[in-house]
RNA sequence: GGCGCGGUGGCAGAGUGGUUAUGCAGCGGACUGCAACUCCGUGUACGCCGGUUCGAUUCCGACCCGCGCCUCCA
């Protein structure tokens, strides 16, 4: 049984899906005007391995998520680099889709686009003015009516009242009521623009994805996830742009990650201390970033910074000395453990990821001993058992030679480095220790560490 | 100001009303030519003050501190 901390309620509860076996699950993905940074990472891997546990748990998981490619700031973004905005986007979603990649992060079952959409968000739009929730202003704008919505704030636990007290709120003459949003923006002249009864122009933020969603998943579905700054106004308004429209509930869990922070600042946008994805792989192997994300839990806040990336790095790499030299047996055979049942207890618990990754180490040292103490059959066992469970948090399915070496020795080429360690046994043969450590500090120079065993000298990066 | 989250050993990071994860770093030992790897051992950490309790880091209350949202942001 699988507990789930869900925003609205503000508490854990037990999950059952709607429909028994199925989970229907939509995440808000990028805006596509800019490279993702390590904060969109966190979103994307957290579902990742939401998605992948579900699986494992034998649900069939369903799992939306949507690219918003129409929006003021691609617009502004395109404008500023003067191109059609469709060359923006397009560029910004294949590399989107590199990094996922990457990262090992599993492409949803569905991606739908806002601008495929425009007719149902235009369906929607209509029905909410033709039940009174929406109404068109004067400016060619369409607004949500919020006090139309007796239930708003019930996710972000705002009070209708304060918000509009609120001096940060924007007061457009249009509105007739300050906390009102744009469902429907006019165009001005030369602008990107779609028909609709309410002249040319473009569906405003956040009506996109009730529409995606609805249409992907139904009216009412199981989890609702996303960013943590998302949760007001988008996801707020989300919910009374859905429910008035339908109806129906809207989405029964909502989920949010927690923020990456730097110095003790939220990484984001506007404050300018973001690292692209892309930007922190030149320093870093995808596998560390990502098991880096993992290892802590999903809605916590977390610090990046070099010295936790580099310390995510030793703390793999454990894992992965630990794999190496032991062929796993086939996973499919090898019976459910202990560890089996320790990992998914844990994961069971609102996917505590950071708990599931001490499962991992527990394994880890029991391959260690068990080869040491030349239970070769069982260490076999144990890998398998490793990768199997490395598998759902989508870590540790690289040939460990591979994770090892990777981008290592500069200039020095595989051969070399062979031909180096070579030398050195002849050396060590030779009892000549001084040209053998020479050696080895020559390949630790070039971040070349050895290891010694009675099969033989392997190397790694450092 | 309103709303929300959090303060755990040197660091990172789980968790629990009493047996006190895990990783990194450190220390001692084994292994090694010496190291690395690995194994064994080692550290009585739970912001502060009260309360409940036989017993609280874990529950309740106050306080201090940090962070987030309230405007675009994952």
């Known amino acids: 049984m699988i507990r789930i901390y869900n925003t609205l309620t503000q508490?854990?509860?037990?999950?059952?899906?709607?429909?028994?076996?199925?989970?229907?699950?939509?995440?808000?993905?990028?805006?596509?005007?800019?490279?993702?940074?390590?904060?969109?990472a966190r979103v994307l891997v957290s579902f990742d391995v939401i998605t992948r546990y579900l699986r494992h748990c034998g649900y069939d998981v369903h799992y939306v998520r949507n690219i918003t490619d129409i929006d003021d700031k691609i617009l502004r973004r395109a404008d500023e680099n003067?191109?059609?905005?469709?060359?923006?986007?397009?560029?910004?979603?294949?590399?989107?889709?590199?990094?996922?990649?990457?990262?090992?992060?599993?492409?949803?079952?569905?991606?739908?686009?806002?601008?495929?959409?425009?007719?149902?968000?235009?369906?929607?739009?209509?029905?909410?003015?033709?039940?009174?929730?929406?109404?068109?202003?004067?400016?060619?704008?369409?607004?949500?009516?919020?006090?139309?919505?007796?239930?708003?704030?019930?996710?972000?636990?705002?009070?209708?009242?304060?918000?509009?007290?609120?001096?940060?709120?924007?007061?457009?003459?249009?509105?007739?009521?300050?906390?009102?949003?744009?469902?429907?923006?006019?165009?001005?002249?030369?602008?990107?623009?779609?028909?609709?009864?309410?002249?040319?122009?473009?569906?405003?933020?956040?009506?996109?994805?009730?529409?995606?969603?609805?249409?992907?998943?139904?009216?009412?579905?199981?989890?609702?996830?996303?960013?943590?700054?998302?949760?007001?106004?988008?996801?707020?308004?989300?919910?009374?742009?859905?429910?008035?429209?339908?109806?129906?509930?809207f989405a029964r869990t909502w989920m949010h990650a927690g923020a990456i922070r730097v110095n003790k600042e939220k990484m984001s946008k506007s404050l300018g201390n973001f690292f692209t994805i892309r930007e922190i792989?030149?320093?870093?192997?995808?596998?560390?970033?990502?098991?880096?994300?993992?290892?802590?839990?999903?809605?916590?806040?977390?610090?990046?910074?070099?010295?936790?990336?580099?310390?995510?790095g030793r703390s793999l790499t454990k894992l992965y000395l630990a794999l190496r030299g032991v062929m796993p047996s086939k996973a499919g055979v090898v019976p459910e453990t202990e560890h089996d049942r320790g990992f998914m207890e844990v994961m069971n618990d609102d996917f505590n990821t950071a708990g599931a990754i001490s499962v991992l180490h527990a394994v880890a040292n029991d391959i260690n001993q068990q080869r040491r103490?030349?239970?070769?059959?069982?260490?076999?066992?144990?890998?398998?058992?490793?990768?199997?469970?490395?598998?759902?948090?989508?870590?540790?399915?690289q040939d460990p030679e591979a994770f090892l070496q990777a981008d290592a020795g500069g200039e020095l080429s595989a051969e070399d480095i062979d031909r180096l360690i070579q030398a050195r046994a002849d050396a060590r043969k030779n009892r000549d220790f001084a040209e053998a450590d020479r050696i080895r500090d020559e390949l630790a120079d070039k971040g070349i560490i050895l290891d010694d065993s009675r099969e033989g000298t392997t190397w790694r990066r450092a």
């Open 373 to 397: 103490e030349g239970r070769e059959d069982e260490a076999k066992q144990s890998a398998a058992v490793l990768v199997r469970l490395g598998s759902i948090l989508g870590l540790l399915q």
């Open 11 to 40: 508490r854990k509860e037990e999950f059952q899906p709607i429909e028994p076996g199925k989970v229907r699950m939509y995440v808000c993905g990028m805006t596509v005007y800019d490279y993702c940074h390590l904060g969109h």
């Open 82 to 249: 003067g191109e059609v905005f469709t060359d923006l986007t397009d560029r910004m979603i294949e590399a989107m889709h590199e990094d996922e990649a990457r990262l090992g992060v599993l492409s949803p079952t569905e991606e739908p686009r806002a601008t495929a959409y425009i007719d149902e968000i235009i369906a929607m739009i209509h029905k909410l003015v033709a039940s009174g929730h929406a109404y068109a202003a004067d400016n060619g704008d369409v607004y949500f009516a919020v006090d139309s919505f007796d239930e708003y704030g019930k996710l972000s636990k705002k009070k209708l009242e304060d918000l509009v007290a609120g001096a940060r709120i924007d007061v457009r003459e249009a509105k007739r009521s300050p906390a009102d949003f744009a469902l429907w923006k006019a165009a001005s002249e030369g602008e990107v623009s779609w028909s609709s009864p309410w002249g040319e122009g473009r569906p405003g933020w956040h009506i996109e994805c009730s529409a995606m969603s609805t249409c992907c998943l139904g009216d009412t579905f199981d989890i609702h996830g996303g960013g943590p700054d998302l949760l007001f106004p988008h996801h707020e308004n989300e919910i009374a742009q859905s429910e008035c429209a339908t109806g129906q509930e």
């Open 281 to 312: 792989l030149e320093s870093y192997p995808a596998e560390v970033v990502r098991y880096f994300l993992v290892s802590s839990h999903y809605r916590s806040q977390v610090d990046y910074s070099e010295e936790n990336l580099a310390e995510a």
